[in-house]
C-alpha cells in the first residue's frame, strides 16, 4: 500500500471513531509518528497536507528537521529527554510531549531562542505500574502543571500519555477515563491546556471516543517498522 492510501484509510477510521462517539473529526489531531522513516518519505507525506510530526530520537530528528527546513512543518519531540539533551531539544522542536521532571522542565525553558514562540509542552503520564518508562504519576500531576506554568518561554498544552501493552479493551479504556479526567481538571485551571495526547495504531480508536485530541500514529501511517529491537521503536 503506498503512503496516500494508508493516508486515506487512516483519515477514513480517524472520522468514524469520531461520528460514533457525536465528535467532529476536526476536533483530533493527528500527528504523524516519523521516528525510523527518510526526509523523503516525510516530504511525501507532507505534500499530502500532514503538517506535525513526531519523532523520538535527537540526533535523528534533527538531521531531518534541517534537511526539511524548506518546509512549515510542526515537530513534536515524543521520546525519552536526557537532561544533557534539553537545550537541542527546545531549539529544534515546536512541541514537547514527554516532559515528566521538572528539572528537565526548567532546562527546556532557558534556552528557547528569543526569536521563536513559547514552546508547547505536554506532561507525560504513567498511568499504570506496567506502563512503559517515563511519565509521572497521577498525584504527582497538578505539582509539576504548577511550576510548567510558571516557567518562562514555556507553554502548557495538556497530557500525553503511552499505556502499557496490553490487548485489553477494558483496560485500555480505564486508563484513558482516567487521562480524560485529569485532563479535564486542568483545562479549568489553566486556559492554555486544549491537547490531550493519547492513541497510537493499535489503540486510537478507542483513545478518539475516549476524549483524545490528538492521535500519534506512525505504523498505520507508513507501514511496520523494521529495525530496532524495542517494541516501541
Ligand atoms: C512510536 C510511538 C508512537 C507510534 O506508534 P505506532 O504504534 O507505530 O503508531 C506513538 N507515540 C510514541 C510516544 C511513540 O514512541
Not at 528557547?112 to 518508562?133: H, T
Request: with cysteine.
Amino acid at each position: 500500500m503506498d503512503i496516500e492510501t494508508r493516508k486515506e484509510h487512516l483519515d477514513r477510521r480517524i472520522n468514524s471513531a469520531a461520528r460514533r462517539v457525536g465528535r467532529e473529526p476536526s476536533e483530533i489531531k493527528l500527528l504523524a509518528v516519523s521516528k525510523t522513516r527518510s526526509a523523503e518519505t516525510i516530504r511525501a507525506l507532507a505534500a499530502l497536507g500532514q503538517h506535525a510530526f513526531g519523532e523520538n530520537y535527537l540526533q535523528e530528528a534533527v538531521d531531518k528537521i534541517n534537511q526539511l527546513d524548506d518546509l512549515d512543518l510542526e515537530w513534536h519531540f515524543i521520546g525519552q529527554m536526557q537532561r544533557n539533551k534539553t537545550a537541542a531539544v527546545a531549539e529544534n522542536f515546536d512541541w514537547v510531549q514527554s516532559s515528566d521532571r521538572l528539572v528537565i522542565a526548567e532546562r527546556l525553558s532557558a534556552p528557547r531562542p528569543a526569536n521563536m514562540d513559547e514552546l508547547n509542552v505536554c506532561i507525560q503520564m504513567r498511568m499504570s505500574d506496567e506502563a512503559g518508562k517515563g511519565g509521572i504519576a497521577p498525584e504527582a500531576l497538578f505539582p509539576l502543571a504548577d511550576a510548567i506554568n510558571s516557567l518562562p518561554g514555556l507553554v502548557l498544552r495538556g497530557l500525553m500519555t503511552i499505556p502499557e501493552n496490553t490487548t485489553e479493551i477494558d483496560r485500555l479504556k480505564r486508563i484513558f477515563r482516567k487521562m480524560n479526567s485529569l485532563y479535564s481538571r486542568l483545562k479549568t485551571r489553566y486556559d492554555t491546556v486544549d491537547t490531550l495526547s493519547m492513541g497510537m495504531t493499535s489503540d486510537f480508536e478507542l483513545a478518539i471516543e475516549e476524549g483524545s485530541t490528538m492521535i500519534r500514529v506512525g505504523t498505520a501511517l507508513f507501514g511496520p517498522r523494521n529495525h530496532g529491537k524495542s517494541s516501541i521503536r
